[in-house]
């Protein structure tokens, strides 16, 4: 399967976020990742459902929404409404965790958990059967722009040993620091989707970058 490049619009140009989106689409993004922060979980407040609504209009890549909020089962709704097609909740913010996956299944998303650098993969061992995507975390979620932690190596590598041990097939996902050095490093890893926010658009030429991106993660194919 050909790896996907997730452009996190964190670090878009929001004066512009029609056609910031649009130049991503044109150069061969695969999904387009909207960050949610809400000053509570993490530090920084960014965006909500509203601007999920105007990223919708503006692609036909689906809209990889990655909630780092507390209390997420009370937000699923609007954003499924919104448009997300794949809707991921924090794993160390949900308490009925088994419940908020179902809430996105059900809402017609796919449903994806992260985990932070300090959480073990082997907490998921409970959800790995009913879940399509895993994220790991590769920063301490807060900040766009932030030093790659390598510890996203071998949680990454243990998560694809774990789906062909168990025969699942759920996406990895890998998000935070990753640039030109760090892609080919995940992408060898198992990262199935590789999201990218300021390597991606406080570059020179997006389009450049994007093209890039794309031969260092699928050169193995
Ligand atoms: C981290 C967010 C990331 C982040 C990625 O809090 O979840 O999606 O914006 O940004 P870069 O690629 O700049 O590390
Ligand atoms: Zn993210």
């Known amino acids: 399967m050909k790896k996907i490049l997730a452009p996190s619009i964190l670090s878009a140009d929001f004066g512009n976020l029609s056609d910031q989106i649009k130049l991503v689409q044109n150069a061969g993004a695969g999904f387009i990742h909207c960050d949610i922060m809400d000053g509570r979980f ?13 990223a919708k209009k ?3 890549l689906p809209l990889d929404v990655h909630l780092m909020i507390v209390e997420p089962h009370l937000h699923l709704d609007s954003f499924l409404k919104a448009g997300a097609d794949i809707l991921t909740v924090q794993f160390e913010a949900v308490t009925h965790l088994d419940r908020v ?7 017609g998303a796919k449903a994806g958990v992260a985990i932070n650098p300090g959480t073990p993969v082997d907490l998921l061992s409970e959800v790995l059967e009913i879940i399509d ?4 975390m590769s920063v301490n979620p807060g900040f766009g722009g932030q030093k790659f932690i390598p510890n ?13 041990e168990m025969g699942l097939n759920f996406m990895i996902e890998v998000d935070g620091g990753i640039n030109l050095q760090t892609a080919p490093i995940v992408a060898a890893a198992g990262a199935d989707v590789l999201v990218a926010g300021s390597a991606v658009y406080n570059s020179a030429n997006v389009t450049e970058t994007i093209k890039n991106f794309l031969k260092i993660i699928n050169h193995r194919g």
């Open 42 to 54: 993490v530090p920084n407040i960014t965006f909500g459902s509203l601007i999920v609504e105007a």
């Open 58 to 60: 503006s692609t036909t």
């Open 101 to 107: 996956i179902n809430q996105i299944k059900e809402g």
């Open 133 to 136: 995507l895993v994220l790991v």
């Open 152 to 164: 996203a190596v071998k949680k990454i590598e243990k998560l694809a040993e774990l789906r062909d």
